[in-house]
């Protein structure tokens, strides 16, 4: 059994490495199944290890699965609460930056947004969720967690800020494909948006860069900043997409900025939050612990408000990516808005075996 998650019966293959690897995939009953772009998809039915083992790893990747770890099934779920917020009323045409979220997509009751998100989330038809509903009748899945991230990103700004949403996360597994993602990414870049929040992870095949994400945010300019979630797993290793590195993080560089952030419980002595990811690969840590934000409706599910406190690095994430969208309102870049708010940010000391690390602490 393969530690990574990926599509059954398909691989990813370079383009330009079609023609090369094309015989010895057809030799595996593997063929193209249509596709543009700088990635192929090629489907057959031999398992999708058994096939990469025998090319060596060579030419072809899986189309990898990544989830929202430990948030839905797991130790990590949404909780009611007294508490609520205020939604900040604008205009359409008052918000100056719009940050991309791509997730599961945006909960629409009688076909509008939850009210703390009103008009300051942009989402097309195909970014909105259908909620699956248990025997209870409360929900069942991963449904919620988009307009829980929006909401966060909203809560750090004012109402010159806004969420673009791309909805690829499956409502019901909370799952996304790589080349679902990669495609999103894309779209946001022509849209123009050079802020992007990821809140989701997964390990991959030979701990390799997931091919179509990260040749997506190869395409980006280098202006713009990806802010990554670190996985809910407690463990050292680094997952995807928050591990991809581009090498020098210096002005003048030629891509992309992807910034992993993990979760501190953020009491009188800030700590790594026990579910959080951590190691020398991770930029940031921010508040992840009983993060209040937007869920559902009032009276849905049982016993909610139309609020929750959830905790994850989904939500540190999300408070990451807010920051540096109030201080790109101010006229700054993505990534000058960035390091304007590391800067600012306070500190946590991370004990590792490698001996300790002081990393920025983003609160919110």
Not at 172 to 188: T, Y
Not at 315 to 333: D, E, N
Request: proline letters at 7%; aromatic letters at 6%.
């Amino acid at each position: 059994m393969t530690r990574y998650r990926h599509r059954a019966g398909e691989l990813l293959v370079h383009a330009e490495d079609c023609a090369a690897i094309h015989a010895e995939l057809a030799g595996f009953g593997y063929h193209p199944a249509g596709g543009a772009g700088v990635l192929r998809r090629f489907t057959g039915t031999r398992p999708v290890p058994e096939v990469l083992a025998a090319l060596r790893g060579h030419g072809a990747s899986p189309n990898h699965l990544f989830g929202l770890d430990r948030i839905i099934w797991g130790d990590l779920r949404p909780r009611p609460t007294s508490l609520d917020l205020t939604p900040v009323l604008t205009t359409p045409e008052r918000i100056a930056v719009r940050a991309g979220v791509i997730d599961t997509g945006i909960v629409l009751r009688d076909g509008k947004p939850h009210d703390f998100l009103g008009n300051r989330v942009c989402y097309d038809p195909e970014d909105t969720v259908r909620v699956v509903r248990g025997e209870d009748g409360n929900p069942v899945g991963s449904a919620g967690h988009g307009t829980f991230v929006a909401g966060v990103v909203l809560k750090q700004a004012g109402p010159d800020v806004g969420v673009r949403m791309k909805g690829v996360i499956d409502e019901q597994r909370g799952e996304a494909e790589d080349l679902a993602v990669a495609n999103a990414i894309d779209d946001l870049r022509a849209e123009g948006v050079t802020l992007i929040n990821l809140s989701f992870s997964g390990q991959t095949f030979e701990d390799q860069p997931p091919k179509a994400i990260e040749a997506a945010l190869g395409r980006l300019s280098p202006d713009t900043v990806v802010i990554a979630s670190a996985g809910n797993r407690g463990m050292r290793q680094r997952v995807f997409p928050a591990g991809i590195r581009f090498g020098h993080t210096r002005p003048g560089e030629h891509h992309a900025l992807v910034l992993p952030v993990g979760s501190a419980d953020a009491g009188t002595e800030p700590r790594v939050a026990d579910f959080s990811n951590f190691g020398p690969w991770i930029a940031a840590y921010a508040d992840g612990v009983d993060i209040l934000g937007p869920y559902f409706h009032p009276g849905y599910p049982q016993e909610f408000s139309g609020y929750a406190v959830w905790s994850g690095t989904s939500f540190s994430a999300a408070i990451v990516t807010g920051k540096i969208a109030a201080v790109m309102a101010t006229g700054k870049s993505a990534r000058d808005a960035a390091g304007e708010v590391l800067d600012a940010a306070g500190s946590i000391t991370v004990h590792d075996l490698n001996g300790s690390a002081v990393v920025p602490l983003v609160r919110e």
